[in-house]
Protein backbone atom coordinates (compact mmCIF):
# COMPACT_ATOMS: atom_id res chain seq x y z
CA UNK A 1 0.00 0.00 0.00
CA UNK A 2 1.10 3.59 -0.63
CA UNK A 3 2.62 5.29 2.29
CA UNK A 4 -0.83 6.99 3.72
CA UNK A 5 1.25 9.44 5.93
CA UNK A 6 1.73 11.32 2.11
CA UNK A 7 -1.98 11.50 1.59
CA UNK A 8 -3.66 14.64 0.79
CA UNK A 9 -6.64 15.57 -1.32
CA UNK A 10 -7.79 19.01 -1.72
CA UNK A 11 -9.66 21.33 -3.87
CA UNK A 12 -9.70 24.77 -4.46
CA UNK A 13 -12.63 27.08 -6.36
CA UNK A 14 -14.61 24.17 -7.85
CA UNK A 15 -17.19 25.24 -10.87
CA UNK A 16 -19.27 22.18 -11.80
CA UNK A 17 -21.75 22.34 -15.20
CA UNK A 18 -23.90 20.25 -16.20
CA UNK A 19 -25.25 21.11 -19.88
CA UNK A 20 -26.07 24.83 -19.69
CA UNK A 21 -26.40 24.37 -15.72
CA UNK A 22 -23.93 25.10 -13.32
CA UNK A 23 -24.29 23.18 -10.42
CA UNK A 24 -22.12 24.76 -7.73
CA UNK A 25 -19.22 26.85 -7.76
CA UNK A 26 -16.85 28.33 -5.14
CA UNK A 27 -16.08 25.27 -3.55
CA UNK A 28 -12.98 24.78 -1.99
CA UNK A 29 -11.81 21.64 0.85
CA UNK A 30 -9.06 20.25 1.56
CA UNK A 31 -8.24 16.30 3.64
CA UNK A 32 -5.68 14.84 5.19
CA UNK A 33 -4.82 11.78 6.80
CA UNK A 34 -7.66 10.46 8.57
CA UNK A 35 -10.28 12.79 7.88
CA UNK A 36 -14.03 11.54 6.52
CA UNK A 37 -16.01 14.31 5.01
CA UNK A 38 -20.18 13.22 4.44
CA UNK A 39 -20.94 15.57 1.44
CA UNK A 40 -24.66 16.05 1.54
CA UNK A 41 -27.14 17.75 -0.29
CA UNK A 42 -30.51 17.22 -2.80
CA UNK A 43 -30.96 14.64 -5.52
CA UNK A 44 -29.51 16.65 -8.64
CA UNK A 45 -27.03 19.52 -6.76
CA UNK A 46 -24.06 17.63 -7.68
CA UNK A 47 -22.65 15.48 -5.13
CA UNK A 48 -21.98 12.53 -7.63
CA UNK A 49 -20.33 15.23 -10.06
CA UNK A 50 -17.93 16.52 -7.23
CA UNK A 51 -16.62 12.95 -6.30
CA UNK A 52 -16.08 12.47 -9.73
CA UNK A 53 -14.39 15.21 -10.57
CA UNK A 54 -12.11 14.55 -7.13
CA UNK A 55 -11.59 11.25 -8.87
CA UNK A 56 -10.25 12.61 -11.95
CA UNK A 57 -12.48 11.32 -13.84
CA UNK A 58 -14.92 14.82 -14.87
CA UNK A 59 -13.10 17.94 -15.61
CA UNK A 60 -14.29 20.71 -13.62
CA UNK A 61 -15.77 24.19 -14.73
CA UNK A 62 -13.28 26.12 -13.09
CA UNK A 63 -10.93 25.22 -10.11
CA UNK A 64 -8.30 22.83 -9.71
CA UNK A 65 -7.90 19.27 -7.50
CA UNK A 66 -4.86 17.98 -6.35
CA UNK A 67 -3.94 14.68 -4.74
CA UNK A 68 -1.49 12.55 -3.28
CA UNK A 69 -2.36 8.98 -3.44
CA UNK A 70 -4.35 6.30 -5.42
CA UNK A 71 -7.70 6.50 -5.64
CA UNK A 72 -10.71 4.10 -5.22
CA UNK A 73 -13.93 5.18 -6.44
CA UNK A 74 -16.94 2.84 -4.97
CA UNK A 75 -20.04 4.23 -7.18
CA UNK A 76 -23.46 2.56 -8.79
CA UNK A 77 -21.50 0.50 -10.86
CA UNK A 78 -19.54 -2.22 -9.28
CA UNK A 79 -16.98 -2.82 -11.65
CA UNK A 80 -17.89 -6.55 -11.24
CA UNK A 81 -18.29 -8.90 -14.81
CA UNK A 82 -22.13 -9.80 -14.44
CA UNK A 83 -21.09 -13.47 -16.33
CA UNK A 84 -18.39 -14.91 -14.09
CA UNK A 85 -18.87 -16.21 -11.04
CA UNK A 86 -18.34 -13.56 -8.23
CA UNK A 87 -15.07 -15.29 -7.29
CA UNK A 88 -13.82 -15.03 -10.58
CA UNK A 89 -14.60 -11.69 -11.05
CA UNK A 90 -13.17 -10.51 -7.84
CA UNK A 91 -9.81 -12.15 -8.57
CA UNK A 92 -9.63 -10.42 -11.92
CA UNK A 93 -9.13 -7.46 -9.89
CA UNK A 94 -7.23 -9.01 -7.56
CA UNK A 95 -4.82 -9.64 -10.60
CA UNK A 96 -4.99 -5.80 -12.03
CA UNK A 97 -4.87 -4.40 -8.75
CA UNK A 98 -1.88 -6.07 -7.56
CA UNK A 99 -3.51 -7.68 -4.30
CA UNK A 100 -2.04 -10.70 -2.73
CA UNK A 101 -4.84 -11.86 -0.76
CA UNK A 102 -8.79 -10.81 -0.57
CA UNK A 103 -9.42 -13.68 1.49
CA UNK A 104 -10.06 -10.75 4.63
CA UNK A 105 -12.12 -8.36 2.67
CA UNK A 106 -14.62 -11.42 1.65
CA UNK A 107 -14.80 -12.88 4.63
CA UNK A 108 -15.01 -9.60 6.58
CA UNK A 109 -17.90 -8.73 3.95
CA UNK A 110 -19.58 -12.11 4.11
CA UNK A 111 -19.28 -13.07 0.96
CA UNK A 112 -17.31 -16.37 0.84
CA UNK A 113 -20.46 -18.49 0.37
CA UNK A 114 -21.48 -16.49 -2.55
CA UNK A 115 -17.77 -17.01 -5.00
CA UNK A 116 -19.42 -19.28 -7.07
CA UNK A 117 -22.89 -17.61 -7.65
CA UNK A 118 -22.41 -15.75 -10.75
CA UNK A 119 -22.61 -11.98 -10.04
CA UNK A 120 -25.94 -11.04 -12.57
CA UNK A 121 -27.51 -13.34 -9.59
CA UNK A 122 -26.37 -11.21 -6.50
CA UNK A 123 -28.57 -8.94 -5.30
CA UNK A 124 -27.97 -4.99 -4.80
CA UNK A 125 -26.58 -5.74 -1.41
CA UNK A 126 -24.40 -8.22 -2.49
CA UNK A 127 -23.13 -6.50 -5.52
CA UNK A 128 -22.41 -3.67 -2.71
CA UNK A 129 -20.86 -5.76 -0.44
CA UNK A 130 -18.75 -7.20 -3.44
CA UNK A 131 -17.72 -3.89 -4.57
CA UNK A 132 -16.77 -2.75 -1.48
CA UNK A 133 -13.86 -6.10 -0.92
CA UNK A 134 -13.00 -5.07 -4.39
CA UNK A 135 -12.27 -1.00 -2.89
CA UNK A 136 -10.48 -2.60 0.00
CA UNK A 137 -8.06 -5.17 -2.43
CA UNK A 138 -7.43 -1.92 -4.83
CA UNK A 139 -5.11 -0.88 -1.69
CA UNK A 140 -6.14 3.44 -2.44
CA UNK A 141 -5.28 5.75 0.53
CA UNK A 142 -7.91 7.67 -1.00
CA UNK A 143 -11.40 6.43 -0.65
CA UNK A 144 -14.44 8.37 -2.30
CA UNK A 145 -17.94 6.66 -1.49
CA UNK A 146 -20.68 7.71 -3.54
CA UNK A 147 -24.11 6.35 -2.05
CA UNK A 148 -22.26 2.87 -0.31
CA UNK A 149 -24.80 2.66 2.00
CA UNK A 150 -27.64 2.11 -0.62
CA UNK A 151 -29.32 -1.28 -0.67
CA UNK A 152 -27.30 -2.14 2.39
CA UNK A 153 -29.30 -3.73 5.01
CA UNK A 154 -29.06 -2.49 9.08
CA UNK A 155 -25.96 -4.75 9.77
CA UNK A 156 -24.19 -4.21 6.47
CA UNK A 157 -24.43 -0.54 6.95
CA UNK A 158 -22.68 -0.83 10.32
CA UNK A 159 -20.39 -2.45 8.65
CA UNK A 160 -19.58 -0.18 6.11
CA UNK A 161 -19.25 2.27 8.84
CA UNK A 162 -16.88 0.45 10.92
CA UNK A 163 -14.45 -0.17 7.51
CA UNK A 164 -14.72 3.39 6.85
CA UNK A 165 -13.62 4.08 10.50
CA UNK A 166 -10.82 1.11 9.69
CA UNK A 167 -9.50 3.44 6.84
CA UNK A 168 -9.19 6.36 8.37
CA UNK A 169 -7.64 5.22 11.75
CA UNK A 170 -4.84 3.68 9.10
CA UNK A 171 -4.45 7.32 7.78
CA UNK A 172 -6.50 7.16 5.11
CA UNK A 173 -8.86 9.81 3.21
CA UNK A 174 -12.37 8.98 2.95
CA UNK A 175 -15.42 11.29 1.14
CA UNK A 176 -18.80 9.97 1.35
CA UNK A 177 -22.04 11.18 -0.89
CA UNK A 178 -24.76 9.88 0.93
CA UNK A 179 -28.74 10.92 1.54
CA UNK A 180 -28.22 8.69 4.65
CA UNK A 181 -26.31 9.44 8.19
CA UNK A 182 -23.02 7.15 8.17
CA UNK A 183 -21.82 5.83 11.76
CA UNK A 184 -18.67 6.93 11.83
CA UNK A 185 -17.27 9.17 14.45
CA UNK A 186 -15.44 11.95 14.10
CA UNK A 187 -17.03 12.70 10.54
CA UNK A 188 -17.14 16.43 8.49
CA UNK A 189 -20.63 17.08 7.04
CA UNK A 190 -20.13 19.04 3.86
CA UNK A 191 -23.23 20.68 3.43
CA UNK A 192 -23.07 21.00 -1.16
CA UNK A 193 -26.27 23.28 -0.99
CA UNK A 194 -23.77 26.40 0.19
CA UNK A 195 -21.98 26.09 -3.07
CA UNK A 196 -25.16 25.64 -5.42
CA UNK A 197 -24.68 28.44 -7.85
Given at each position: ?Q????????????????????????L??????????????A???????L??????L?????????????????D??P??????P???????W????G???????I??????D????????L??????RA????????????????????G?????????????????????????????P??????A?F???????
Open positions: MALGHTRLSATDLACRRGDRVLFRGSLALEPGEVLHVTGNGIGKSSLRILAGLTPFAGRVEREGAIGLLERALDPELLGGSLRFQRVDCDDLSGPAKLGLSLLEIPVRYSTGQRKALARLMGQQAPIWLLDEPLSLDDHSQILVGELIAEHSAKGGIVAIASHQVGVERLVALAEYAA
